[in-house]
């Protein structure tokens, strides 16, 4: 099988833990200076928070396969380390905790699935990428 690209946040959420509902309209910033930063992975609070993920400190995200088609499936833990704070409200990012933008107009990832084949005649692998997008990539 080819790998199978998966150009998604929901991908990057996956690997940062990141919470929320999509958002048609910018949060204003009165409304965010109101909110609690939780910084990952302490837990957050009942309601609305921002999520601050910690630059160069481990992010854990737990890597899942399971499905009808296997007879016993696997998981593992991961540590992915960030170059610098990003902070996460919902679907808006925001390296200093005041200027957000859509976390899509930031970063971009892919996942592609590599199953054993006769294309492939070595170990599956699962790859996921996450650029930033203003980083030329």
């Not at 910084?39 to 890597?63: C, H, M, R, S, Y």
């Not at 919902?90 to 200027?99: A, Y």
């Amino acid at each position: 099988m080819t790998p199978r690209n998966l150009p998604t946040f929901a991908g990057l959420a996956a690997i940062l833990a990141l919470s929320g509902c999509a958002s048609l309209s910018r949060p204003s910033t009165e409304q965010l200076a109101a909110l609690p930063t939780v910084e990952f992975p302490n837990p957050p609070p009942a309601g609305d928070f921002i999520l601050k993920l910690p630059g160069g400190k481990p992010i854990a995200t737990q890597v899942v396969i399971e499905g009808s088609a296997l007879a016993s499936g696997a998981s593992q833990t991961l540590n992915a380390t960030l170059p610098r704070d990003l902070y996460v409200y919902r679907d808006w990012v925001s390296e200093d905790g005041k200027n957000w933008k859509p976390a899509a107009d930031m970063l971009r990832v892919e996942v592609a699935v590599t199953l054993p084949s006769q294309q492939h005649p070595k170990p599956g692998e699962i790859r996921v990428k996450v650029d930033r997008k203003d980083a030329g990539n």
